[in-house]
């Protein structure tokens, strides 16, 4: 496949365009377009790749609980050990949470039972109106007054 584009490259290269011009030009700038794009695209992989490292750091959090958890059933650390290192992993997420007014800090408890919505109040789809009213109420427009008839000549 790739020796059929280079071929291709190659033949485009040698020939005359429509114009009688050359196509080099053309071929020049087609070929540093397709770099400039895969290196884009390399660049774009490296910068996401480094922005979501640390999003999985974060996650590993919870990971660390689970082995913490894991460390404490099997007889390794002490349940007090394990509160304190538990509270610390904690206070270490809250404080690298930012709180503002689009990131309010979760209830940590319940006020009032939540109770079901009312069903909503729909309008009436069947109504209609008096003779001469419009559905609001409102008298409906006079029909235009047709002109007189005009006396044959």
């Given at each position: 496949m790739m020796t059929m584009c280079w071929n291709s490259v190659v033949l485009l290269m040698q020939t005359k365009g429509r114009a009688g011009g050359p196509t080099q030009p053309v071929v020049f700038w087609v070929i540093a377009l397709?770099?400039?794009?895969?290196?884009?695209?390399a660049l774009?992989?490296?910068?996401?790749?480094?922005?979501?490292?640390?999003?999985?750091?974060?996650?590993?959090?919870?990971t660390m609980m689970e082995s913490l958890?894991?460390?404490?059933?099997?007889?390794?650390?002490?349940?007090?050990?394990?509160?304190?290192?538990?509270?610390?992993?904690?206070?270490?997420?809250?404080?690298?949470t930012p709180r503002g007014k689009g990131n309010p800090a979760p209830p940590t408890t319940i006020t009032a039972p939540l109770r079901p919505l009312p069903p909503p109040t729909l309008p009436p789809t069947d109504r209609i109106a008096k003779p001469g009213f419009d559905l609001t109420g409102a008298p409906l427009p006079k029909p235009p007054t047709p002109p007189p008839p005009t006396p044959p000549k």
């Open positions: 397709l770099a400039i794009a895969l290196v884009g695209g774009i992989l490296v910068v996401r790749r480094q922005l979501f490292a640390k999003d999985a750091d974060q996650a590993g959090q919870g958890r894991a460390m404490r059933d099997a007889g390794q650390i002490s349940s007090a050990e394990y509160d304190t290192m538990r509270r610390n992993m904690v206070e270490a997420i809250r404080s690298s």
